[in-house]
């Protein structure tokens, strides 16, 4: 049983440049969250989504969007890049029925230049 | 707004101890807490979750409690290896916490078990 599965795992973007990252969650999950992690810190809440809506976000601007699709897999998109973003991005999958361990993917890591 | 504390510096423990970590919370009353373990360039990796009303909980070598008054948890590995060392996190829900809420994590606790 395959867990969080995240593409690329590196990525060097451009300042200015817009990047798509993606996530396909563990079977059976239905909710995915977004993290952003920079070196040295915890996990920073981007937003979640449940049912192809945005159910809830964190304090990130609007460049940072995101999508969920029918099979429960989801994208996050940021434009307009800034050094700033160049961190570890990580996708968690759960149940969205009951508070629940988070099942993490090993993450993208991008590099903003 | 919600606020997590972990012990920022590295914790070294001879192999065979009992580690202890904290996670220190304010301006919050969660209904769980969750203690994740990440290793260098890898996702957070799930360890325990404990519920507000319940006082401990455990897993093989893992102890966790859970004090609402001193808004505290504690997270223990006890006969400490080697392969314990990771760095652990502590994670609260950002909301009222009654579902699979988004998570506000602490900073971390870099864990380094001697020989």
């Known amino acids: 049983d395959a867990g969080v599965t995240q593409s690329p795992t590196h990525l060097i973007k451009t300042r200015g440049q817009q990047v798509t990252l993606r996530c396909s969650p563990k079977s059976g999950h239905d909710t995915v969250s977004w993290y952003q992690q920079a070196l040295g810190q915890g996990p920073q809440f981007i937003f979640q989504?449940?049912?192809?809506?945005?159910?809830q976000r964190g304090n990130f601007p609007d460049r940072f969007s995101g999508h969920q699709f029918p099979n429960y897999s989801s994208e996050l998109n940021v434009n307009a890049l800034l050094l700033g973003d160049s961190a570890l991005y990580l996708c968690?999958?759960?149940?969205?029925?009951?508070?629940?361990?988070?099942?993490f993917g090993s993450g993208t890591r991008l590099t903003v230049v | 707004s919600q606020k997590i504390e972990q012990n920022s510096e590295a914790l070294n423990i001879q192999e065979g101890k009992t580690a202890t970590l904290t996670c220190n919370y304010t301006?919050?009353?969660?209904?769980?807490l969750q203690w994740y373990r990440q290793d260098p360039g890898r996702g957070p990796v799930f360890l325990l979750l404990?519920?507000?009303?319940?006082k401990e909980k455990r897993k093989e070598r893992l102890k966790v409690t859970f004090d609402t008054t001193l808004k505290q948890s504690l997270f223990h590995i006890t006969a400490s290896q080697p392969a314990d060392s990771a760095t652990y996190l502590c994670?609260?829900?950002?909301?009222?916490?009654?579902?699979?809420?988004?998570?506000?994590f602490g900073k971390g606790t870099h864990l380094i078990i001697q020989p």
């Open positions: 989504y449940y049912e192809e809506e945005e159910r």
């Open positions: 404990i519920r507000e009303n319940e």
């Open positions: 994670a609260l829900p950002r909301d009222s916490g009654g579902g699979a809420d988004g998570l506000t």
């Open positions: 301006n919050y009353s969660p209904a769980y």
């Open positions: 968690a999958s759960s149940l969205a029925v009951r508070p629940y361990g988070y099942t």
